[in-house]
């Protein structure tokens, strides 16, 4: 696996930015942001196409599993792919590149005369998104000052749900006519505006061109938003501080590089954390909602026109909770936001299990759905991309994050594989049960080991995550470290 080779524990050089500067980085910020739409319209898009192309093609269950999940498969090769060409062509290069690619997935996608052609553009779509769901946050926190960090690093987030929304809104426009090739068409648009966007409105990464050596065009980029006298101190901060921390790592000892980084002993607890939220965010059963809701509900009887229309309102709530979300991960914290978040689809999943099991009235498995959705977005959705920046040390911090990315894709894969032939097998009601079973331990795993995040710097989140694992003192006598 490749990661980006980021400076360990350098997220960037802006700090104090003013005002207007903010403005700026926000505008460069929701440009980027649209990879992250793209991310959730491919994702989300074909949940209401499905039920069409299933139709003309006469697909199987597997077949329908694989024309979901077959994207996941290309999502982790472009993850994975994405910080080598990332570091070679620049940020900015790699984000119109991927782009391009979501271009060309859409236009074979419309053009797909059969399974095997639809397949196909499944794959190419899904190496556009695992670029960009690797590639925008990276650029996102190298740009983004530490006052505004938060709303920066959430605008991807948010654009997701966003994408997803779009993409159900899409589905049901379409959806009396039954042209799922339109659905997919949709997606030109922004994957143009991606490649578009980026070569001509956004600058390249600062990190990157310290790490180039490209000076002149570096300062060139702080002093727009930082003013002239000010952007030669931040540049000779950022490197005074990126080479303290390439020296050693956080324990004093030798810092190791790149994907060896997360060997060391003191790495460990960070990256079970890390791992561990990724598999419990997909075994959750998120995705099931997300791909198959309007295939979900119209097994409670109703046509697939109202489906798609219901399933509107599970992106809504996506969307609208995700806000919630946003405005209250710097308040009330990382732990408590998951707990309740877990907590409450543990409930509503297993409620939801129950509408299946004894044949309740399709509206009140439209409400747990809803539900779900609600309890999902408003903590494990967000909050895992917010931790896996947070609980790595800064000699493994980006190969840690993209570890913990890749898990997540797997077991993405997994669950949207499995889902449709493991519900007919034991029943949707009972497949649902199984996720309630991963909320519920989900819930101990945060409780014992998930140190909270909020306000800390590295050293008393370290120190927090050590004495979970029973490696230093207990969380009481370093809580006031942060």
Same mark, same amino acid.
């Given at each position: ?12 050089p802006l700090?104090?930015?003013?005002t207007a500067?903010?403005r ?9 942001a ?5 991310f ?5 898009v074909?949940?209401g196409?499905?039920?069409?192309i ?21 999502a982790m ?48 779509l899904g ?7 690797a590639t ?5 926190s ?5 006052e ?7 605008a991807n ?15 049901l426009?379409? !959806? ?53 006298q000010?952007?030669?101190q931040?540049?000779a ?11 050693t ?8 590089q ?12 960070a990256l ?52 919630v ?12 936001l998951?707990?309740?978040s ?8 297993g ?23 609600a ?14 920046g947070?609980?790595?040390?800064p ?12 898990v ?29 079973v ?28 050590? !004495? ?15």
């Open positions: 696996m490749q990661g980006f080779t980021r400076e360990p524990g350098v997220r960037g700090e104090a930015v003013p500067g903010k700026k980085i926000l505008r460069w910020a929701a440009t980027i649209i990879g992250g739409f793209l959730g319209y491919d994702t989300g074909v949940s196409a499905l039920l069409f299933t139709r003309d093609f006469g697909l199987t269950a597997a077949q329908q599993g694989s024309i979901v999940s077959v994207l996941l498969i290309g090769v472009g993850a994975l792919s994405a910080g080598r060409v990332a570091d070679r062509l620049g940020r900015r290069r790699t984000l119109a590149l991927e782009g391009a690619v979501f271009v060309v997935g859409t236009l074979v996608a419309v053009s797909a005369d059969g399974y095997g052609m639809l397949l196909l553009a499944r794959v190419v190496l556009a998104v695992g670029g960009a769901s925008v946050p990276v650029y996102l190298e740009i983004a000052p530490a505004i960090r938060g709303r920066i690093l959430s987030q948010l654009m997701i749900t966003v994408g997803i929304l779009v993409s159900y809104l899409v589905d426009a379409f !959806s009396g006519s039954g042209d799922w090739r339109a659905m997919f068409a949709v997606g030109l648009i922004p994957g143009a505006a991606l490649t578009i966007g980026t070569l001509f409105l956004v600058p390249e990464s600062p990190v990157w061109l310290i790490r180039n050596h490209r000076s002149g065009e570096v300062r060139e980029l702080i002093a727009s938003v930082t003013g002239e000010r952007a030669d931040l540049i901060k950022f490197r005074r501080t990126r080479e303290e921390r390439q020296r790592s956080g324990d004093g000892e030798p810092q190791r790149g994907w060896r980084a997360l060997t060391a002993r003191s790495v460990r607890p079970i954390v890390g791992v561990t939220l990724a598999v419990i965010q997909q075994f959750g059963g998120i995705n099931t909602i997300i791909y198959y809701a309007p295939t979900i509900i119209q097994n409670t009887g109703l046509t697939a026109s109202n489906s798609i229309f219901y399933s509107v309102f599970i992106g809504l709530i996506n969307l609208v909770m995700t806000l979300s946003i405005r209250l991960v710097d308040r009330l914290g990382r732990r408590k998951l707990l309740g877990l907590l409450g689809m543990l409930v509503t999943v409620l939801l299990g129950l509408s299946f099991v004894v044949a309740l009235p399709s509206a009140l498995s439209l409400v747990f759905m809803i539900l779900y959705i309890a999902y977005a408003a903590g494990v959705g967000p909050v895992f991309w917010v931790l896996v947070e609980v790595f040390p000699s493994a911090r980006a190969v840690g994050s993209s570890a913990s990315t890749t997540n894709w797997l077991s993405n894969f997994v669950v949207s594989q499995a889902f449709l032939p493991l519900a007919g097998a034991i029943g949707q009601g009972q497949t649902f049960w199984l996720f309630g991963v909320c519920l331990l989900g819930l101990g795993f945060v409780a014992r080991f998930v140190p909270e995040t909020k306000g800390r710097d590295y050293g008393a989140v370290d120190a927090d995550l050590q !004495s979970r694992f029973g490696h230093g003192p207990k969380p009481e006598a370093i809580r006031q470290r942060g």
